[in-house]
Structures are given as C-alpha cells and as structure tokens.
C-alpha cells in the first residue's frame, strides 16, 4: 500500500476544501436555516407531530442527508474533474498508485469534508429544534457510510464528466428529487399506497429512513435493509470505479 | 549495454482506430541521453504516454529497469520522472506544496531540504511561495520538471522541454540536464531542434509517421550519414557545366562563378582527387575552395523524406 500517496492525495483535497471553507460552510449552514424556518415553522405549525415526533425535529436526519448527499457527490466530482480538466490527472496515471489508494485518497477527503458539513448541520439546527439521539454511534455510522458510498459516486460522475455543467447536472437532477421525494420531509406512511411502493424503488429511502432510525429509533423500513441498500450501494460503485481504471475509460487514451 | 528501458514490437492504435505506432523496437541504455526527433504527429508524445501509463498499450511489451510496465507498473512508474509536452498546473497551488505533493505521490517520505535543492537548481527557490498560477510560461515549465524529479527518479522523460521557451531558458534548461546527466540520470527527450539534439543527445532517434526509422549515436549519425559540400569557386564563370566534369553530384553554382560538389564522407572514394584532376585538365582556374559538413537537420530531412534508410 502507497501510504504515502494517499496521504498526499488527502491532504491535498483538504487543503483545497481549507482554501475556501467559508464557502464550504457558509452555505450548506445558510440553506438549512432556511429549511427550518419555511419547513419547521410554517408546515410544523399544522402538522406539529409525525410519529410522535415534532415535525421540525423530524426533519433534521433528512436535511442533513440532503447536504451530506449533495456534498460529497459534489466534492468527490469536482476533486477527479478538476486535474483532468487543467490535465494535472497525467501525475496520477504515471504515479505508482493503485485505483484502491487514488479512491481512498480522493473519495476519503471528499466524504471527510460532507462529513464535517452535516455534523455542523446538526450543529446548526440544534438551535431550533431539540434533538435527542437515539443512537449516536449508528447515527455517525450512516453518515459515515453515506458520505463514502455518495462521494464514489461523485468519483464516478466526475470520471464520466466532459464539462462542468454534466458535472452538476447530474446531482442536480438525479440526487435532489431522490432525496426529496426519499422521504426526508415527510414519513413514507403518509403517502398513498401506491406511492409507497414506488418509493422503495428509491434507494435514498433507506438511507433517510435508517438514519432517522438512529435519532428517533422510528422506521420507514427496517434498518437491516437500510444497511444492505448501502453495502450494495458501496459495493457497485467500487465495481464500477475498479472497471474504470481497468479499462482506462475516460481516463487514458 | 544494459537496457534501462526496453520498448518490444510496440504498436498503439487510438480509440478513433489512428495507428499511431507501428510496431515500435527500442533499447535506452542506463545513463544515456536519447533525442527522440520527429515532424509533428510522428508518435513521439505517443511513445513516451506508453511507457510512462498515460496511454495503454495496444500491442508490444515495455519494461523499465526489467519491470514490465503494465504488470509490475509500480516499480516501473518508481523509476521514472515524466515532463509532458503540454502546460498542466494546478494553479492555486504554492509551487513547494505541489513538488512536495508529487514526491508523496510516488510513495516517497517528505524531504523538504531535497525539495529546497531541486527548487534552487531550478532558479525556483524565490518563488516557492507563489501560486503557480502568477507564474510566467517559463517558470511554470520549471515547476513540472521540479515535480518530476521530486521522486528521484532515475529515468526523466522530457517531452518538448524547450518547445516556445527563450534562448536564455533554453540554455539554463540544458544545464539542468547536463547536470542530472552528471548524477547519472536517464534522459529521453523530444525535440524539434536540431541543435538541442546535437548538443544534448549521445544518440538520436528519428520516428515518422509511427516508426523509428533509425536510433544512432549522434557523432556516428553525422559522419555515416553527413554529406559534405564541396565548393569550388573558379577565376572565370562558367556558361554551361563541362562535359569533362559531368557527375553525380555536381551543379553549377550561382552565375556560374562556382561548381559544387556533394560528396558522401562515408563512401570510400569522395571522387574528390578525380574532381579537382579534371578541373585543372579543363583549363579552369580555382580560386578558393571550401567544404561544409551537413546539419543533422539535413540528414533528418533527408531521412523523413526517403522513408525507412
Ligand atoms: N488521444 C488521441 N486520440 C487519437 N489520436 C491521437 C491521440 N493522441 C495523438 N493522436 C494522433 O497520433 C499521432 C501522433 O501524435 P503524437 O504522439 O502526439 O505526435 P508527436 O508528439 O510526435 O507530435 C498524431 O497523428 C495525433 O493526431
Ligand atoms: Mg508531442
């Protein structure tokens, strides 16, 4: 194992997130408040408890999953795009460095950075709502397994990207409408039985579901499955990601 | 001579279905410095991206310092210091951070008093605070060699290394390689000057069109393959050339004031006695004569022009 590669690709990319962390921070944290104040307060008004919840606390596990989602697939795309746009990427491909250490190294600092957004997130929102969590070792085990399957993902996208605007297309109209219509402002059970069946088509559900599990320790489906959906998750994009290197696709010429 | 780099049977076909080598052989010995030589779009980026794992290889084996390239392509890759052709900075970086960056990257500890020389031989030192991006052409130039020897590697690839850059950097870059040279680095650069070639190189390869058409030592290149010209300046012009000295090789030159006569140094009769006997039979009177050596550029044209020799 190049250690010392790793080492080098992480500190790199964090440094880049340090470079502009007020951007990184400012916005993720403004959004949210935001969230609270139109979600929490006018629809908390009339919907006051799901599941014995308050509606606004209910939301919390959702938006953080929204950001945590959106930032990690971003910043793992931005990270792979970026030297193959400005063409640094030929240090990577004639660096002794296997797919496994670049993934590590890239996708690591990428998901440790939507990491630190949805901890502050939490943070944030403890201001309005009270939070108590269930489970605080699963809750940190979800994000930290969302943030690393979602930001291979982003690795994936910013592989396959040729422009920026494919570059934030994708989450835009791929991640956004899963995570809203995952169930992170709303518990599946409210919705008409058919709809309920074609949300579990929808992978975000199980991670909302188990994540809001490990506040609430409520479920829209059984946090087993919550687990399984996210190992698989993790387990394709790793596929996916070894198959690219392999053939070089987008990669090498 | 022991290979440092072997290329075997290398052929590379591009995705669009371009053959962009055509079988490729090549033996770089340990320490050497080879001038790969070529018209743009001969292969000679292409070449190098092979060995190097920017490309894949469609056909052939390569292997660096006995370590196949694909197989084994981390003690392969360990050797090997690359400068590509094109300008790739990260320009937000500080030119320290991004040498240091790329020593990581080669699974290297961090060793700042190395980085220091590397930036000082560089004329670079000044300069390692800035972001790359403030930079000029030259300097960002030097910033990719520095990140290529960050490793220590002992083989440097260097890929138009004075392409577009001033005399004064050219020559301060030739330094540079001499004095990696000296330390017993492999250096194999593309060129498109002739006399970086001759100046640099202990031999010289020349690839057209996906082939190497020939790899020479430089000084043995020159002599084999240099014409020499003689030119014999006369007392009187000429109308018409003399049947008496009609041969291969002759014209007259300009206004008829001169006769020139190219000659092969490697044949074993230059037909030079002949010629200068039958000038004084003829009665013409010879003023001065000269003789120049051809440029390797000459040969290189000559060579693009022939085909395979
Ligand atoms: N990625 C690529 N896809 C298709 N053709 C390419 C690619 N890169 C180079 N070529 C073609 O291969 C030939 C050799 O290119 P190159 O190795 O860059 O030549 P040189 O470095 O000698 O100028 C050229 O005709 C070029 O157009
Ligand atoms: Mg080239």
Redesign the pocket.
């Known amino acids: 194992m190049n250690l010392a590669a790793i080492r080098a690709i992480y500190i790199f990319e964090m440094s880049r997130t340090f470079r502009t962390i007020w951007q990184s921070l400012v916005s993720p944290v403004l959004s949210t408040s935001l969230y609270f104040v139109v979600f929490g307060t006018a629809i908390g008004s009339r919907i006051e408890t799901v599941e014995g919840v308050s509606y606004g606390a209910f939301i919390v596990p959702g938006l953080i999953m929204l950001t945590v989602l959106q930032q990690s697939v971003a910043n793992a795309g931005f990270g792979i795009y970026f030297p193959k746009f400005v063409g640094t990427i030929y240090e990577l491909l004639s660096a002794p460095v296997t797919v496994l250490e670049i993934v590590i190294g890239y996708v690591g600092a990428a998901a440790t950075k939507a990491l630190m957004i949805g901890l502050i997130i939490l943070a944030t929102s403890t201001f309005f709502v009270d939070i108590r969590i269930a489970h605080p070792v699963w809750m940190l085990a979800f994000l930290v397994m969302t943030s690393f399957s979602f930001a291979m993902l982003g690795f994936i996208l910013g592989i396959w990207a040729k422009t920026f605007e494919q570059l934030n297309l994708v989450p835009m109209l791929l991640i956004t409408p899963l995570v809203f219509l995952g169930g992170s402002f709303y518990s599946i059970s409210m919705l008409p039985p058919v709809w309920q069946t074609i949300t579990m088509f929808n992978p975000v559900v199980y991670l909302i579901s188990g994540f809001r599990w490990s506040f609430f320790g409520l479920a829209d489906v059984p946090v087993a499955a919550s687990l399984a959906a996210i190992s698989v998750f993790a387990g394709l994009c790793l596929l996916a990601i070894w198959a690219i290197f392999r053939t070089g696709w987008r990669l090498r010429? | 001579m022991s290979s440092i780099v072997s290329v075997t049977g290398l052929r590379k076909t591009?995705?669009?279905g371009?053959q962009?080598l055509k079988g490729v052989d090549l033996e770089i010995a340990e320490g050497e410095v080879l001038a790969l030589l070529?018209?743009?779009?001969?292969?000679?980026?292409?070449?190098i991206?092979t060995i190097c794992g920017i490309s894949t290889i469609t056909e052939g084996a390569i292997t660096v310092g006995g370590h196949d390239v694909v197989r084994d392509f981390r003690a392969a890759r360990n050797m090997i210091g690359l400068v590509p052709?094109e300008l790739h900075v990260e320009g937000f970086e500080s030119v320290f951070s991004t040498v240091r960056f790329t020593r990581g990257l080669f699974g290297k500890r961090r060793d700042d008093a190395l980085i220091e020389q590397i930036l000082r031989d560089l004329a670079l030192w000044d300069k390692r605070d800035e972001r790359i991006m403030a930079l000029s052409g030259g300097m960002k130039r030097r910033v990719m060699i520095a990140k290529a020897l960050a490793h220590e590697p002992r083989i440097l690839f260097l890929?138009e290394p004075t392409a577009g850059v001033d005399v004064e950097l050219r020559q301060s870059m030739w330094e540079v390689m001499r004095g990696l040279k000296a330390r017993g680095v492999t250096i194999i650069l593309?060129t498109h000057y002739i006399e970086e070639a001759e100046a640099m190189a202990d031999r010289v390869g020349v690839?057209n069109k996906?082939e190497l058409l020939l790899v020479e030592e430089t000084g043995t290149l020159m002599r084999q393959m240099g014409k020499k010209t003689l030119t014999v300046e006369l007392g009187a012009p000429l109308e018409a050339l003399p049947p008496a000295l009609a041969r291969d090789g002759i014209v007259l030159g300009p206004d008829g004031a001169s006769l020139i006569y190219s000659y092969d140094t490697a044949a074993r009769q230059t037909g030079i006695t002949d010629l200068l006997a039958d000038i004084r039979g003829a009665g013409l009177q010879m003023v001065d004569l000269h003789t120049t050596q051809s440029s390797l550029e000459d040969i290189f044209v000559g060579l693009v022009k022939g085909g395979r020799r």
């Open positions: 010429t | 591009y995705a669009g371009f962009a070529g018209p743009n779009g001969a292969g000679k980026t292409t070449l991206s052709q890929d593309t690839i996906g």
